[in-house]
């Protein structure tokens, strides 16, 4: 029931060092945040605070907005930092059973989710009556945490979509049942979406792209690593069909049906690498041109029928898959495209179904990731009403949970943050002056969303308080036309792609611009308490690595305006991109799990955001302590050092094995041991403030640096 996140846009990623000989510390007055004292070196390569002759002040970690008690300081810092610094905290941090990863933006995520619970029980139990926002989301929290009611619906709410899955005889019906379940924004065989024209951001354009598969990525259907997954799916679709009364048999033969129908359009999705091939995912043309691609369906019906006739421009990111989805429209029999389309409407909407399909939806989800129990209802309920309404429950949120203070600090970091990236960019060695002033401009040019909207989205539906199922799909067909009626029409750079609320972070190409939720505005990432290292190291490097994104393999091929263009001489990409290799060369030797390694291609984007984002926020903590008058040492650690512990503790995660292997076949981020490692071991200033010997796992020889 979590918020879905539109595909171009990223969380942000850090990595931390920390120091080995910690000295004890006196306790003293906290650090204020806004001091300026820092260490007199400020080139970005000195040893940190205690390396200058300023006057120390001693203070403990908890001072500075850092935690002693997760770290492992029988580790060395120069070896394994992420130990150094998380291992306190992955020894009394076990991955809680209903999760399958535990982390630091876990914990925070677990806080906002108490919050958000708090204001759903007051809107439920109407102590907010006078407030039509509050009402509404007390309606649908409520019909979702109305368990008896849910029960009594039984199928009620979705026998409209199973009723026109059971009409499908022919292509004739089985165009028209797409059409119903697309309607709901159930994505069978396909799905389309609004986004700013690759080529011309000012107007949306409405994109076609593959969906409609039920296992996590198209390689689970085609490499037999996945076999037991395959096997696992099989037998959650035969307890599925048995729950909608089929008997063993037949419930088998459907199962197959489904697998069937799948394993044809995996074999048409691209793979998540060659989804990163951006110019290759734009694939304009009209409608004409898409019916004789795609011959056979009625696509002018089809539009017109979902409210969006006379589409000018289409936007194909796979023509070779909707070319073959004209073919299987006919060579698939009819009851097999009924199984397959019964199989999505059930799994789509299970979490507002009766317990039996509810349950049986969380046994899939363990099998695939290793979690051990379905999270708690009321914990369910709030991401689905999250989910249903982001931006209507955003704003009690930000109403109770982010101050105005917060808001403008967070405003400096970022200003800090993009006017060191500024500086770096000029000092680059391998770039001509004219592809400098270009991604000069660029940079200029990025805005920074920060907290919340300025105009919150409305939802002009009706929630009826007693039939979550239905609510649930009124939700996702308003929000589905909501998006499609966006097509060939301005494109609003303003528009928030995530929830206030989110633990999360974005940078987006198409507007050039970055979106820092509230949700992450707190620790251990941001405090309005903390000192400015424990800060950029935590926030700052998020910051940083969303400002990056703008100039990663991805985003370096769209300009300040949002186009995708090339601002680059020629000779200055050959040497980014192979700047890259090295990047994607390195990571791809992490092994998460034994004989599982990190794909550098898939990660690539966010290794570069990690590499850049970590040197940027440390940049600006130097800029922002210089003219310092004395220098704050932490338990023995530098002002250098606690800037990487900051980094890492923000960052202190585990996973269940299966979740590491799902990760690492359709996460375009490595796992965050290797964020941490990667990026802090190819930063020499690391190194410097943790005296590290060259040769050390976090001092190589060889290092990468692309920004």
Same mark, same amino acid.
């Given at each position: 029931?979590?918020?879905?996140?539109?595909?171009?846009?990223?969380?942000?990623?850090?990595?931390?060092?920390?120091?080995?000989?910690?000295?004890?510390?006196?306790?003293?007055?906290?650090?204020?945040?806004?001091?300026?004292?820092?260490?007199?070196?400020?080139?970005?390569?000195?040893?940190?605070?205690?390396?200058?002759?300023?006057?120390?002040?001693?203070?403990?970690?908890?001072?500075?907005?850092?935690?002693?008690?997760?770290?492992?300081?029988?580790?060395?810092?120069?070896?394994?930092?992420?130990?150094?610094?998380?291992?306190?905290?992955?020894?009394?941090?076990?991955?809680?059973?209903?999760?399958?990863?535990?982390?630091?933006?876990?914990?925070?995520?677990?806080?906002?989710?108490?919050?958000?619970?708090?204001?759903?029980?007051?809107?439920?139990?109407?102590?907010?009556?006078?407030?039509?926002?509050?009402?509404?989301?007390?309606?649908?929290?409520?019909?979702?945490?109305?368990?008896?009611?849910?029960?009594?619906?039984?199928?009620?709410?979705?026998?409209?979509?199973?009723?026109?899955?059971?009409?499908?005889?022919?292509?004739?019906?089985?165009?028209?049942?797409?059409?119903?379940?697309?309607?709901?924004?159930?994505?069978?065989?396909?799905?389309?979406?609004?986004?700013?024209?690759?080529?011309?951001?000012?107007?949306?354009?409405?994109?076609?792209?593959?969906?409609?598969?039920?296992?996590?990525?198209?390689?689970?259907?085609?490499?037999?690593?996945?076999?037991?997954?395959?096997?696992?799916?099989?037998?959650?679709?035969?307890?599925?069909?048995?729950?909608?009364?089929?008997?063993?048999?037949?419930?088998?033969?459907?199962?197959?049906?489904?697998?069937?129908?799948?394993?044809?359009?995996?074999?048409?999705?691209?793979?998540?690498?060659?989804?990163?091939?951006?110019?290759?995912?734009?694939?304009?043309?009209?409608?004409?041109?898409?019916?004789?691609?795609?011959?056979?369906?009625?696509?002018?019906?089809?539009?017109?029928?979902?409210?969006?006739?006379?589409?000018?421009?289409?936007?194909?990111?796979?023509?070779?898959?909707?070319?073959?989805?004209?073919?299987?429209?006919?060579?698939?029999?009819?009851?097999?495209?009924?199984?397959?389309?019964?199989?999505?409407?059930?799994?789509?909407?299970?979490?507002?179904?009766?317990?039996?399909?509810?349950?049986?939806?969380?046994?899939?989800?363990?099998?695939?990731?290793?979690?051990?129990?379905?999270?708690?209802?009321?914990?369910?309920?709030?991401?689905?009403?999250?989910?249903?309404?982001?931006?209507?429950?955003?704003?009690?949120?930000?109403?109770?949970?982010?101050?105005?203070?917060?808001?403008?600090?967070?405003?400096?970091?970022?200003?800090?943050?993009?006017?060191?990236?500024?500086? !770096?960019?000029?000092?680059?060695?391998?770039?001509?002056?004219?592809?400098?002033?270009?991604?000069?401009?660029?940079?200029?040019?990025?805005?920074?969303?920060?907290?919340?909207?300025?105009?919150?989205?409305?939802?002009?539906?009706?929630?009826?308080?007693?039939?979550?199922?239905?609510?649930?799909?009124?939700?996702?067909?308003?929000?589905?036309?909501?998006?499609?009626?966006?097509?060939?029409?301005?494109?609003?750079?303003?528009?928030?792609?995530?929830?206030?609320?989110?633990?999360?972070?974005?940078?987006?190409?198409?507007?050039?611009?970055?979106?820092?939720?509230?949700?992450?505005?707190?620790?251990?990432?941001?405090?309005?308490?903390?000192?400015?290292?424990?800060?950029?190291?935590?926030?700052?490097?998020?910051?940083?690595?969303?400002?990056?994104?703008?100039?990663?393999? !991805?985003?370096? !091929?769209?300009?300040?305006?949002?186009?995708?263009?090339?601002?680059?001489?020629?000779?200055?990409?050959?040497?980014?991109?192979?700047?890259?290799?090295?990047?994607?060369?390195?990571?791809?030797?992490?092994?998460?799990?034994?004989?599982?390694?990190?794909?550098?291609?898939?990660?690539?984007?966010?290794?570069?955001?990690?590499?850049?984002?970590?040197?940027?926020?440390?940049?600006?903590?130097?800029?922002?302590?210089?003219?310092?008058?004395?220098?704050?040492?932490?338990?023995?650690?530098?002002?250098?050092?606690?800037?990487?512990?900051?980094?890492?503790?923000?960052?202190?995660?585990?996973?269940?094995?299966?979740?590491?292997?799902?990760?690492?076949?359709?996460?375009?981020?490595?796992?965050?041991?290797?964020?941490?490692?990667?990026?802090?071991?190819?930063?020499?200033?690391?190194?410097?403030?943790?005296?590290?010997?060259?040769?050390?796992?976090?001092?190589?020889?060889?290092?990468?640096?692309?920004?």
């Amino acid at each position: 029931m979590k918020p879905t996140v539109v595909r171009h846009l990223v969380p942000a990623a850090a990595l931390a060092a920390a120091l080995a000989a910690c000295g004890s510390s006196t306790k003293s007055t906290p650090v204020e945040p806004g001091s300026t004292s820092q260490p007199s070196d400020t080139s970005g390569g000195g040893g940190g605070a205690t390396s200058s002759s300023l006057p120390e002040v001693p203070v403990s970690l908890a001072d500075v907005g850092l935690e002693a008690s997760s770290l492992d300081k029988s580790a060395d810092p120069c070896v394994d930092f992420y130990q150094f610094a998380c291992g306190g905290w992955l020894k009394t941090q076990p991955i809680p059973a209903d999760r399958a990863r535990w982390g630091r933006f876990s914990e925070v995520d677990d806080r906002n989710e108490k919050a958000l619970r708090a204001i759903l029980d007051d809107a439920r139990a109407g102590k907010a009556a006078d407030d039509p926002v509050m009402t509404k989301l007390g309606a649908f929290y409520g019909s979702c945490m109305d368990e008896a009611a849910v029960e009594k619906a039984g199928l009620t709410g979705i026998k409209p979509l199973l009723d026109v899955v059971a009409k499908v005889k022919n292509v004739k019906t089985l165009d028209a049942a797409l059409l119903a379940l697309h309607k709901d924004a159930v994505w069978a065989a396909f799905n389309h979406a609004p986004e700013a024209d690759f080529v011309d951001s000012t107007t949306n354009v409405l994109y076609l792209d593959t969906a409609g598969l039920g296992l996590p990525d198209r390689d689970y259907y085609v490499k037999d690593d996945f076999k037991d997954k395959r096997a696992a799916y099989r037998d959650h679709l035969v307890r599925v069909f048995g729950l909608l009364g089929k008997p063993k048999a037949k419930a088998e033969a459907a199962a197959d049906d489904v697998l069937a129908v799948e394993t044809e359009l995996a074999k048409l999705t691209k793979t998540g690498v060659e989804r990163r091939d951006v110019p290759k995912m734009y694939n304009p043309m009209d409608l004409p041109a898409l019916a004789k691609l795609s011959p056979g369906f009625d696509w002018d019906g089809y539009f017109k029928a979902l409210g969006s006739p006379g589409l000018a421009k289409i936007v194909v990111t796979t023509p070779d898959f909707f070319a073959g989805f004209a073919k299987l429209r006919t060579d698939i029999k009819p009851a097999r495209w009924q199984s397959y389309l019964t199989a999505r409407v059930v799994d789509d909407l299970a979490d507002a179904l009766p317990k039996a399909f509810d349950s049986e939806h969380f046994a899939l989800e363990k099998a695939l990731t290793g979690v051990e129990v379905q999270r708690e209802r009321w914990k369910r309920c709030v991401d689905a009403t999250g989910t249903a309404m982001p931006e209507l429950l955003g704003q009690p949120y930000v109403a109770r949970m982010f101050p105005g203070a917060s808001k403008q600090a967070a405003i400096d970091l970022v200003k800090a943050i993009a006017k060191a990236m500024g500086e !770096q960019l000029g000092k680059l060695d391998w770039m001509s002056d004219a592809t400098k002033q270009a991604a000069q401009a660029k940079l200029a040019r990025i805005d920074g969303l920060i907290g919340y909207p300025d105009v919150w989205k409305t939802y002009d539906f009706e929630v009826k308080p007693d039939n979550f199922a239905a609510n649930t799909r009124v939700a996702r067909a308003f929000e589905a036309k909501r998006q499609l009626l966006k097509a060939g029409k301005p494109y609003d750079k303003r528009e928030w792609q995530m929830p206030a609320y989110l633990v999360n972070a974005y940078y987006n190409p198409l507007a050039n611009n970055t979106g820092l939720p509230a949700g992450i505005l707190q620790p251990p990432f941001f405090g309005a308490d903390r000192s400015i290292a424990a800060n950029l190291g935590g926030i700052g490097m998020v910051v940083g690595h969303e400002l990056t994104h703008g100039f990663d393999d !991805q985003g370096a !091929q769209f300009d300040a305006d949002g186009n995708m263009k090339n601002w680059w001489q020629a000779e200055d990409m050959t040497k980014f991109q192979g700047k890259g290799k090295c990047v994607a060369d390195q990571y791809s030797k992490f092994e998460a799990l034994p004989g599982k390694f990190v794909n550098g291609p898939l990660t690539l984007g966010e290794d570069i955001a990690d590499l850049g984002g970590v040197k940027m926020a440390f940049n600006a903590y130097r800029s922002m302590r210089a003219g310092a008058d004395k220098a704050y040492v932490a338990d023995g650690f530098t002002e250098d050092q606690q800037f990487f512990l900051g980094v890492a503790q923000a960052w202190c995660s585990h996973d269940r094995d299966d979740e590491i292997v799902r990760r690492l076949t359709v996460d375009v981020h490595a796992p965050p041991r290797f964020r941490v490692f990667g990026a802090l071991s190819n930063l020499p200033a690391f190194a410097e403030a943790f005296s590290c010997k060259a040769g050390a796992p976090m001092h190589p020889a060889n290092v990468c640096a692309v920004w």
